[in-house]
T-cell receptor, first 114, second 115 residues
Framework: DAGVIQSPRHEVTEMGQEVTLRCKPISGHNSLFWYRQTMMRGLELLIYFNNNVPIDDSGMPEDRFSAKMPNASFSTLKIQPSEPRDSAVYFC????????????FGPGTRLTVL | AQKVTQAQTEISVVEKEDVTLDCVYETRDTTYYLFWYKQPPSGELVFLIRRNSFDEQNEISGRYSWNFQKSTSSFNFTITASQVVDSAVYFCALSSGGGADGLTFGKGTHLIIQP
């Protein structure tokens, strides 16, 4: 079975540009999470969805960040405009909420903002 | 607010030694879930174990074992007879709703197994 799919795997962009990260959760999973990993702050939750509805976006750092989940099989995280401090690895994870099981993580997108 | 503390930033041992990674958590919830994830040099996050707050039984899986003690709010991870392939960053995490809730991660422990 395919795991969580993220694209692109690597993104290099210049400050001020719009960046869109994409995630396809595991089929059948109804919870989706976006995390960011940096050396300074470690792994931190940005936002998560249950049944395509955003539940907690308190981790979204600024209004420059937005996330959507238009359907059960696709989510995007957008940064507009991007800044160098946004450089990080962004992970998407999914789970089946009712089973209280683990979250399965995608391979991550390494974002570099110059 | 929830918090996870992994006081050991980096541990280096020689292959075949036993090593314990410490994890201390804080939560006001009576029901909660604890996790360990492994992040090898390739960067992916690999699930190792999940524990809920009602189950304090220790667990063993091959060379891996976990000790959950509510009295000390700890969930420690021991690798017996370590191998070079165990070299990775290990994260302890906490959530209120298992896989249905966001995870609060510790800062991670970088484990180096020297041949």
């Amino acid at each position: 079975d395919a795991g969580v799919i993220q694209s692109p795997r690597h993104e290099v962009t210049e400050m001020g540009q719009e960046v869109t990260l994409r995630c396809k959760p595991i089929s059948g999973h109804n919870s989706l999470f976006w995390y960011r990993q940096t050396m300074m702050r470690g792994l931190e939750l940005l936002i998560y969805f249950n049944n395509n509805v955003p539940i907690d976006d308190s981790g979204m750092p600024e209004d420059r960040f937005s996330a959507k989940m238009p359907n059960a099989s696709f989510s995007t995280l957008k940064i507009q405009p991007s800044e160098p401090r946004d450089s990080a690895v962004y992970f998407c994870a999914s789970s089946l909420a009712e089973l209280y099981n683990e979250q399965f993580f995608g391979p991550g997108t390494r974002l570099t903002v110059l | 607010a929830q918090k996870v503390t992994q006081a050991q930033t980096e541990i280096s041992v020689v292959e075949k030694e036993d090593v314990t990674l410490d994890c201390v958590y804080e939560t006001r919830d009576t029901t909660y879930y604890l996790f360990w994830y492994k992040q090898p040099p390739s960067g992916e996050l690999v699930f190792l174990i999940r524990r809920n707050s009602f189950d304090e039984q220790n667990e063993i899986s091959g060379r891996y074992s976990w000790n959950f003690q509510k009295s000390t709010s700890s969930f420690n991870f021991t690798i017996t007879a370590s191998q070079v392939v165990d070299s990775a960053v290990y994260f302890c995490a906490l959530s209120s709703g298992g896989g249905a809730d966001g995870l609060t991660f510790g800062k991670g422990t970088h484990l180096i197994i020297q041949p």
